[in-house]
């Protein structure tokens, strides 16, 4: 992948001088470059690889303190002298958030402390009201961790600092850029709240998301244990057993020799297969790959390769030197061996089998020239060496800086088991998306430390099938295994049933990789990235999955009294409704969810389409499905194209679209449906259980309707052309039976008899309006001798769950 050097508009003189050079890239980004000596550089960054951008619409005027820049977006102002922040300021259009909308070279404008996250950024550089990007690692991290800065801002405007950035020599290869001192170079993006066009602009000046493989968006089992082989092909074949889906087999460093001779050092580096616990590497990884699995390796290339390795001859014969014993020092600054390192130390264990590498950096960005930081060279190089050996690159690694994103798939780190590690992970993967970081895999369920709980097991996994790329992974404890047998009911059930959920959206989840790669939208967004309200601000951890869905991760254990656990969760406006209840939710407020271990809320957008693999399916990962089930929810019209790669690459679209007002239904198969859909099922959600279930169907025959829990499934059998639907039912919307959910509600319940009974008459009598007298109920005797307890009470926390029920009822 050879970066595009891009070329700098100087034609007007006023905006370049001296020192100084002003460059407007987009309508919405500007490039400011202050240097000392006049030279300036216009060599790709690892983050601006494409500058030779369509000139966007400016007016340059000369003012009496210097120039002046005009766009629709932006009013640039500057002396044409050092960077000040008297003589150099951004002027956001249309009245973002007031005077504060004016960014000022080293201004201090911070947000008040309840309305900023914790960032760490450049020194001498305020982040403004930065809405975050990404971090390094989350190593060690229990909690929030402060996160680098985006492109998007709660007042309007962000800098991206790209002063001292790596660059891309002649040959494509990474170098220190070596900037004089003082020497600048900023982009301001003056995007307002519209983060959708700010990150677009991102991705047009970095380098687009590439598309992934569709294996990498299936599930992945990852341990860090010391498996062997026998050990290894057992546990697959359990999954197997389990009806568990599994597409990319991890495994850990100890494929690799670890017990060695003390006079070489440290066994965490090393390069030559364990043959007494993998005798046949090559054929153990073929037997991976006959389950449909892809194979990948950790590696921590830090201490280079020593003189033991299978490798180390033939590595010193590429660089010409002699096999003396001595290690071969892993060296990013020289080309030679970092030359080698590809062609010869991994293409001969890719010839083995290994499909794609884990690399595992942890030393640092330091090497023997300052500023040439290793992650980014192992991350670029390993990326590109990659796409060689694959129709897509893939690697999995750290995050290195503003176009890390070029290089998926991001390892966020080493997590601690603990509440506060997993309540982080929602906010940390949604802010990713401002630096257009969107494909995070995380360590689903903790890697190190921390307790059992399964509850929060549980709850980690149900994140993780609503996350970018789903690896379940724990340490080395012999106890710490994230199999779902290890978890007690209702946390197994619920554990396996998610994961076969996951293979089950694959066709969502690619047509969302797509989306990514062609329109810069990540698969997890902010909901302010929709809603710009200021509750939707403050709703960080919840975010929009793909085009369709929102989702809102339970992060904190279940309440004692109710057994469910809570989410507080703000919707746009529109209706919305969960897939797994059938409740719907006007948008537009804020609501708390209760739910049990069986799911979290998961709720489509009205007119909304979510494309499933068909029950009883295999879910192996396979380019096409051949039987689907589609989710539809009520409350509006709405159309969503299905697009499905087929195996020689090409993609097919697959349209539906829900007419609320007529009451119509269409599915409009691919013009060459590859997969040859003959059988659908259609489960309407959020639809009024009252209305008329007749239905006309042109283009196919109704096979079973089904009714149950607020959700109509219809099978159906077409002929292959288009399927219109037509009923009542799909004007309409409805709710569950809100009596039937308060029952349920309070059989779960661990609160007194009594009690239960005096809600269940007050609901049944007053609906809605129960809800007050629920209130008091405790403020006087309850119990047949007339004790006060307090099973006798309602708790805050049943009362909320009573309300989240019964409020649309009123």
């Given at each position: ?295 990948t390796l950790n590696v921590h290339p830090a201490d280079g390769v020593r003189a033991f390795e299978d490798a180390y001859v033939p590595l010193c014969r590429a660089m ?140 980690w996994v149900e994140f993780g099938v609503f996350s970018p790329i789903m690896r379940l992974h724990s340490g080395s404890s012999r106890f710490s295994g994230k199999e ?265 319940a661990q609160t007194g008899f009594v009690l239960k009974d005096k809600i269940y008459h007050l609901v049944a009598v007053h609906g809605a309006g129960a809800l007050s ?38």
């Amino acid at each position: 992948m050879r970066p595009i050097e891009a070329s700098t508009d100087d034609k007007n003189p006023l905006l370049r001088g001296e020192h100084y050079r002003i460059t407007p890239l987009t309508d919405l980004v500007v490039r400011l470059e202050w240097s000392p000596s006049g030279r300036f550089d216009d060599r790709p960054t690892t983050f601006a690889i494409h500058r030779d951008l369509p000139t966007p619409q400016i007016d340059v005027q000369s003012t009496d303190t210097g120039v002046r820049l005009v766009t629709g977006h932006y009013v640039l102002d500057y002396d044409r002298g050092p960077f000040t922040t008297n003589g150099l300021s951004v002027a956001v259009r249309g009245g973002v958030t007031g005077y504060r909308s004016v960014w000022r070279y080293e201004q201090d404008l911070s947000l008040p402390a309840d309305r900023q996250l914790s960032f760490e950024g450049r020194p001498g550089r305020s982040l403004d009201g930065n809405l975050g990007g990404a971090a390094r690692t989350l190593d060690l991290a229990d909690g929030q961790i402060p996160l680098e800065g985006g492109v998007n801002s709660r007042l309007g405007y962000a800098v991206l600092d790209d002063s001292d950035s790596m660059v891309f020599d002649d040959h494509g290869h990474l170098c220190p850029r070596n900037a004089e001192p003082d020497y600048q170079d900023l982009y301001i993006f003056a995007a307002g709240h519209d983060h959708v066009a700010a990150v677009r602009d991102f991705f047009a000046i970095s380098g687009s998301q590439p598309l992934l493989p569709r294996f990498a968006l299936g599930n992945w089992w990852s341990r860090y244990h010391r498996y062997d082989e026998a050990e290894y092909l057992e546990l697959m074949d359990r999954f197997e057993a389990e009806k568990v889906p599994f597409s990319v087999a991890v495994i850990d460093m100890d494929w690799h020799l670890t017990d060695i001779d003390p006079t070489f050092g440290s066994g965490w580096t090393g390069y030559t297969w364990n043959r007494k616990l993998f005798p046949d590497p090559a054929e153990f990884q073929a037997e991976l790959h006959r389950r449909g699995l892809r194979v990948t390796l950790n590696v921590h290339p830090a201490d280079g390769v020593r003189a033991f390795e299978d490798a180390y001859v033939p590595l010193c014969r590429a660089m010409g030197r002699e096999p003396n014993g001595a290690p071969v020092s892993f060296d990013v600054t020289d080309q030679r061996f970092m030359d080698a390192y590809f062609a010869v130390l991994h293409r001969g264990l890719e010839d083995l089998g290994t499909d794609f590498w884990w690399i595992d950096w942890q030393s640092g960005p330091y090497s023997k020239i300052p500023g040439m930081d290793p992650l980014w060279v192992l991350n670029h190089g390993h990326y590109v060496d990659s796409a060689t050996q694959m129709d897509r690159g893939l690697i999995f690694s750290r995050y290195a800086g503003p176009g890390s994103h070029r290089y998926p798939v991001g390892f966020s780190g080493d997590a601690i088991i603990t509440w506060k590690s997993l309540a982080f992970q929602p906010r940390f993967t949604a802010a990713g998306a401002n630096i257009g970081y969107g494909w995070w895999s995380h360590d689903i369920g903790g890697h190190m430390d921390g307790f059992k709980d399964d509850a929060l097991a549980t709850r980690w996994v149900e994140f993780g099938v609503f996350s970018p790329i789903m690896r379940l992974h724990s340490g080395s404890s012999r106890f710490s295994g994230k199999e779902p047998w290890k978890v007690a009911e209702p946390g197994r059930g619920a554990i396996i049933e998610h994961l076969r959920l996951r293979h089950r959206m694959l066709p969502y989840l690619n047509a969302m990789n797509l989306r990514a790669h062609r329109d810069g939208r990540s698969i997890v967004e902010p909901v302010y990235y929709e809603d710009h309200s200021a509750q939707a601000y403050r709703y960080l951890d919840e975010y929009l999955f793909g085009s369709q869905l929102l989702v809102a991760p339970i992060v904190v254990p279940n309440d004692p009294v109710l057994q469910m656990g809570c989410s507080d969760v703000f919707l746009p406006r529109g209706r919305w409704t969960d897939v797994f209840t059938g409740r719907s939710y006007e948008g537009g407020q804020g609501y708390r969810m209760w739910r049990g271990l069986e799911s979290i809320p998961v709720l489509l957008r009205a007119g909304g389409f979510l494309p499933l693999a068909a029950r009883g399916e295999s879910l192996d990962v396979q380019t096409l499905f051949p039987q689907l089930e589609v989710l539809v929810a009520a409350g509006a019209s709405g159309r969503f194209g299905l697009e499905e790669e087929t195996p020689d690459g090409e993609w097919q679209k697959t349209v539906f679209e829900l007419d609320a007002e007529a009451g119509a239904l269409r599915i409009t198969p691919a013009e060459h449906d590859l997969a040859d859909r003959r059988e659908w099922t259609i489960t309407l959600i959020g639809f009024s259980q009252e209305a008329t279930r007749t239905f006309d169907i042109d283009g196919a025959q109704l096979l079973d309707v089904e009714c149950m829990d607020q959700r109509v499934r219809l099978h159906l059998r077409g002929d292959g052309s288009a399927i219109v639907i037509h009923s009542g039912l799909l004007s309409t919307v409805g709710q569950p039976d809100p009596l039937a959910a308060v029952e349920q509600l309070l059989a779960d319940a661990q609160t007194g008899f009594v009690l239960k009974d005096k809600i269940y008459h007050l609901v049944a009598v007053h609906g809605a309006g129960a809800l007050s007298a629920v209130a008091s109920l405790g403020r006087y005797p309850l119990g047949h001798l007339g004790e006060v307890h307090d099973y006798d009470a309602a708790t805050p926390e049943l009362l909320s769950a009573l309300t989240e029920i019964l409020e649309d009822e009123a």
